[in-house]
């Protein structure tokens, strides 16, 4: 079974798929890169990828840190979404041009996202409350995002993203029927509402903060795993609130 996956995963669909990831991460590495890489890495057009985190106040600024959020969840989140793709892979019959429109429609709700977190980005901007690399500037601020994330852990609404998520064949049986697009649209709105949560953590652990990046991604991995995901998400929570009350009281 498991020889069987691999090699179904050596398809050019999954090989594409692949790739996608990993030009996001080595998009998202050079603009994180430490200055002294930029400089020495003019090959790759130094300037543009310094600049392109930087925030500045205008309709360039905006479109910049558009790229990096859409950049930012094609990395974190595409791989999340790998065993409910494989499942749909598993179902059979499936052509190049279905796979593709079931990631282009899960990748579309997320650019959807990305467009709304970097309105937010640009208001707290311009709120004074992040710095232009959106980075968080008041420990409050840091700590009631913290807070706010870790409650939704508790949610009703966030049980019913996962238990969806968790189970990608019952997901896909459900809506066969609507073809590729529309169940990626939904796969996409059913994890926004998994982990839209979590990655608007990055103003309080950094926008470009590769670190941040790699163990978000990971924790949302796990959480969406039918087996290991519900000893992870409430204790999840627990541990963003006792974080976020913290770095409150710090604040204070």
């Known amino acids: 079974?498991?020889?069987s996956r691999i090699r179904?995963?050596?398809?050019?669909?999954?090989?594409?798929?692949?790739?996608?990831?990993?030009?996001?991460?080595g998009a998202l590495f050079l603009m994180a890169a430490p200055e002294i890489m930029r400089e020495g890495a003019t090959l790759y057009g130094a300037e543009f990828w310094a600049g392109l985190c930087n925030l500045t106040p205008d309709a360039a600024g905006f479109a910049r840190i558009t790229?990096?959020?859409?950049?930012m969840s094609a990395a974190m989140m595409a791989p999340t979404a790998l065993p409910a793709f494989a499942t749909y892979d598993d179902l059979g019959h499936t052509t190049q041009t279905h796979f593709g429109a079931l990631v282009g429609g899960y990748m579309l709700i997320w650019i959807g996202f990305s467009i709304?977190?970097?309105?937010?980005?640009?208001?707290?901007?311009?709120?004074?409350?992040?710095?232009?690399?959106?980075?968080?500037r008041s420990?409050?601020?840091?700590?009631?995002?913290?807070?706010g994330a870790g409650a939704y852990q508790f949610t009703p609404l966030k049980e019913a993203c996962l238990s969806k998520c968790r189970a990608p064949l019952t997901f896909f049986m459900?809506?066969?029927?609507?073809?590729?697009?529309?169940m990626g649209l939904r796969l996409g709105a059913v994890c926004v509402g998994c982990c839209a949560a979590l990655m608007l953590l990055a103003f309080v652990g950094g926008v470009m903060n590769l670190a941040f990046m790699g163990?978000?991604?990971?924790?949302?991995?796990?959480?969406?795993?039918?087996?290991?995901?519900?000893?992870?998400t409430r204790p999840l929570g627990v541990t963003l609130i006792a974080a976020g009350l913290w770095l409150g009281l710090m604040g204070t």
Do not use: C, N, Y
């Open 67 to 71: 790229l990096m959020w859409v950049l």
């Open 139 to 147: 420990s409050l601020f840091s700590g009631l995002l913290l807070i």
């Open 116 to 136: 709304l977190a970097a309105v937010l980005q640009f208001s707290l901007f311009q709120a004074h409350l992040v710095s232009s690399l959106g980075d968080s």
């Open 215 to 232: 163990l978000a991604t990971i924790l949302m991995i796990l959480e969406k795993l039918p087996e290991l995901g519900r000893f992870v």
């Open 8 to 25: 179904a995963m050596a398809a050019p669909h999954w090989i594409t798929l692949f790739g996608f990831i990993l030009l996001g991460w």
């Open 1 to 3: 079974m498991f020889a």
């Open 174 to 182: 459900s809506h066969w029927e609507e073809g590729a697009l529309r």
